[in-house]
C-alpha cells in the first residue's frame, strides 16, 4: 500500500496532517513527474537540490542486488500494474529515500526507509502518526 492509498482509502489516519512529496532531480522527467503526482500521489511536490532528505537516509544507493531484485521481482511488477503506475526508465532511478514522520513542532519522529520492491510498512507509519498526534 502507498501513503497515497492510505490517505485515500483511510483519511482519518492522516486528518490534521500534511502530506508532501520530496523529489531529487525535475529537469530530467518532467513529463513521467507531472503524469506520476496527477495519477498516483495528488499532494505537493518538491525538489530538493541540497539532496538533504537523501542524505538523511545515509546516501543510499540501489545495489547491484537491489537492481537484481528490481528486474526480477514479478510480485512488484503485478503490483505496479495492478495499480497502473509505468515505470519509464528515465532518470538514474539508484538514489533511495523513504517516509519520514515529523512532529508537532517539526523535528522528525520517525524514519522509514525505502526497501525496493517490498511495500512501505503502513501498521508502523500509522502507529508513529498516532503517537505524533498524541503527543
Known sequence: MTLSVLAAEYPQFLDGFRM????????????????????????PLYRD???????AFGKRNLTVFGLLKLFTNFSMMRRMSKKAIEGNMVGEGIVQGGII????DGTPRAMYAEETGNDLPIKDI??????VRNE
Open 20 to 43: 508532501f512529496g520530496v523529489v531529487k532531480e525535475t529537469a530530467v522527467d518532467d513529463e513521467g513527474l507531472a503524469n506520476f503526482q496527477q495519477n498516483h500521489f495528488q499532494f
Open 101 to 104: 514522520v515529523f512532529g508537532k
Open 126 to 131: 500509522v502507529m508513529a502518526l498516532a503517537a
Open 49 to 55: 537540490e541540497s539532496l538533504s532528505f537523501y542524505k
